[in-house]
């Protein structure tokens, strides 16, 4: 195999590791206990029957030996940390340090859900400065921080949409979507307890005005858009597409997965947009890998804010803030006490390390970043779009398809030249799509480094299809049976295996 | 792998087979190469109505979830309960590994449907 091209990676870190339960023996541990300061307390006496009588199996091991043991699973991962991410549709930008500098602070990282609202103005006041600036960023009216991941924001977006039509009194049938959505959109509607029906692209990618107008009348609640959709597409015409839904009673979903081609730009409110979530954890920089957690607040316009989730953080008279419970027509609560607040916090770091102009900048640079690989990549590889694309690129393995050669193979190819592979078959608009999005945070090195990557892999579906074929050629595990996986699951670890 | 002349077929690539007032349907052997390796089938349950054009349950493979689409109309006598625990045999035999069968509402719908050149003649497009 050749590797002079190879510029990133030579071979992946590989040092075997198994789980932790496995290093257990009786006795070991990494921590002291400190004198009881308090009354002490019998168990007994306090659980009754729910006492434990056996003690739970878990691991016993020395501090050394966790360090060891996470440090070795962190080899085996690609991070955002490592190279570029460029994961299309998941927005994996670099998370900035002043994010985690702040949620770190003692003050911040020891707050308690049930401290009182006295004692926990300045975690209220977080949550309020970043609502007002995320308002403000979307052009609504009001915003529920409570959502801990996009799908669950559109979920809570759509119970919203519900609670409107009814207190109209007609929660509608359908909610239509478009084929270049996200696939948790129909998901949402169908859990709320929508029908879904599918509303076809146009030729350039976009909304077809006059299968929207044909599809649109009483019985349809809305419609749930990605803008820009999954191809990386702004749909200019939704200040339209809007219009023809307001005027038959419906509203305008808007999923912010793509906010990062928007943001400081446009403002979805502003054209039309009657609610949308928004991903913290790809927009605002929070963590995404790793399960974040995440964090998607839902913003919405004056009408459907008395349906918002409860608690939101109000302000007093005297300028103090409390959470407002007092909220009769609300939805109700949607995650336990007030979202993921770690999370709110790195997103306020880096809306005010950025500022107005900063968030501008960022968003120019997304663009600018994926246009600059649409440019260098285009005639390499096929471009079934011709319409400009914004913060993402797709393209399809058309070309490469003539060798044998599918997506998913180049995909995993560029693993052996370090990074993380893009997006496969989706959206699926795109047969064998490619799905490419460097986010702001690539420098133009790192661009080169995987224009040169992309480069070097069509040549080799030239010269040795096998070698693209049965890569990757450099990780611990190449190709592993996913359908086995799928079939005949393992869920757990069973001690009798030991 | 050749499409049975005797069965009829959808553009959402279902078969249908008639004997007499009895449908069976299940996908074609294109549908499940497109899919890849299937590990999950969901079928409705006996007694239930199908619509002609209307969803009836959904494919998982480890690429994707398609809808299944109801060839005909009618309601369903049995369903393939053996694809619960062994849906590979949607990928290794599409032809024979039915998914339900239903007492046809309307036996003359089926006319309806493709016959097997023009199904062969759809699919040679779509490549």
């Known amino acids: 195999m050749s590797t002079k091209d190879i510029k990133k990676v030579n071979t992946h870190p590989s040092q075997n590791e198994g789980l932790i339960f496995e290093h257990s023996s009786p006795g070991k541990k990494a921590y002291r206990l400190r004198q009881l300061d308090v009354p002490a307390v019998d168990a007994a006496s306090e659980l009754g029957s729910a006492l434990r009588t056996e003690a739970a199996a878990l691991p016993e091991v020395s501090e050394v030996e966790i360090v060891r043991h996470f440090t070795r699973l962190s080899t085996w991962n690609y991070a955002v940390d490592h190279g570029m991410y460029p994961l299309g549709s998941c927005t994996m930008k670099y998370n900035p340090r002043v994010n985690e500098y702040v949620a770190r602070l003692e003050s911040i990282a020891g707050a308690h859900p049930y401290q009182s609202e006295a004692s926990a103005q300045g975690a209220l006041r977080i949550m309020k400065t970043l609502a007002d600036a995320l308002v403000e960023i979307c052009g609504m009216d009001a915003i529920t921080l409570q959502p801990a991941a996009g799908a669950h924001g559109e979920m809570t977006g759509i119970l919203l949409m519900r609670a409107y039509l009814e207190s109209k009194g007609n929660p ?43 599809q649109m009348n009483e019985d349809v609640a809305g419609l749930m858009l990605t803008n820009p959709n999954t191809l990386g597409i702004f749909d200019a015409q939704i200040g339209e597409i809007a219009e023809i839904l307001h005027a038959k009673g419906g509203l305008l979903y808007m999923d912010g997965a793509n906010m990062n081609a928007l943001v400081a730009k446009a403002r979805p409110g502003d054209f039309g947009v009657d609610m949308m979530h928004l991903n913290l954890h790809k927009t605002f920089s929070t963590p995404h890998g790793g399960g974040g957690p995440g964090s998607g607040p839902v913003a919405c316009k004056a009408h459907l804010e008395p349906f918002l989730p409860k608690p939101v953080v109000a302000e007093n008279a005297d300028g103090s803030l409390r959470l407002d419970y007092d909220r009769p027509q609300s939805v109700g609560r949607v995650r336990a006490f007030f979202g993921n607040f770690g999370m709110h916090v790195r997103a306020l770091a880096y809306i005010m390390a950025n500022g107005p ?27 079934p779009y011709a319409t400009p694309t914004m913060h993402e690129t797709v393209f399809s393995d058309k070309l490469q398809n003539k060798q044998g050669i599918k997506t998913g193979d180049i995909a995993k190819r560029l693993i052996d030249y370090g990074f993380h592979p893009y997006t496969v078959s989706f959206p699926m608009v795109v047969h064998g799509a490619m799905m490419i999005e460097p986010t702001e945070s690539e420098p133009l090195e790192e661009l080169d480094l995987f224009v040169d990557a992309m480069k070097a892999i069509a040549a080799e579906c030239e010269s040795d299809p096998e070698l693209v074929k049965n890569a990757p050629h450099t990780t611990r595990l190449s190709r592993l049976d996913e359908t086995a996986a799928a079939r005949k699951p393992i869920l757990r670890w069973k001690p009798e295996q030991k | 792998m050749a499409y049975p002349p005797e069965y009829k077929y959808t553009k959402e690539h279902e078969w249908l087979s008639v004997d007499g007032a009895t449908g069976t349907i299940g996908i074609t052997d294109f549908a499940q190469n497109s899919l890849g390796d299937i590990v999950f089938v969901e079928l409705p349950k006996v007694g239930a109505e199908l ?10 493979s480890v690429k994707a979830v398609s809808d299944l689409y109801a060839p005909v109309s009618g309601t369903v006598t049995a369903v393939n309960e053996e694809l619960a625990t062994t849906p590979e045999k949607v990928n290794n035999d599409p032809h024979a590994a039915w998914m339900v069968r239903l007492t046809l509402a309307n036996p003359a719908e089926a006319e309806g449907l493709l016959a097997v050149a023009d199904y062969e003649k759809f699919i040679a497009e779509e490549q």
Do not use: C, W
């Not at chain 1, 270049?180 to 350039?204: C, D, F, I, K, W």
């Not at chain 1, 102009?357 to 096929?382: H, I, S």
């Open chain 1, 357 to 383: 102009d900063g968030l501008r900048q960022t968003t120019e640079d997304a663009v600018l970043n994926a246009n600059y690989l649409r440019k260098k990549l285009e005639g390499t590889f096929d471009l």
């Open chain 1, 172 to 214: 509608r049938k359908k909610i239509l979507i478009p084929d270049s959505a996200h696939g948790t959109n129909p998901a949402t509607a169908a859990m709320v307890g929508y029908q879904v029906e599918n509303l076809r692209s146009n030729a350039n990618g976009m909304v077809d005005l006059a299968a929207l107008e044909a």
């Open chain 2, 51 to 60: 619509t002609a054009g209307s969803t009836f349950g959904t494919v998982e």
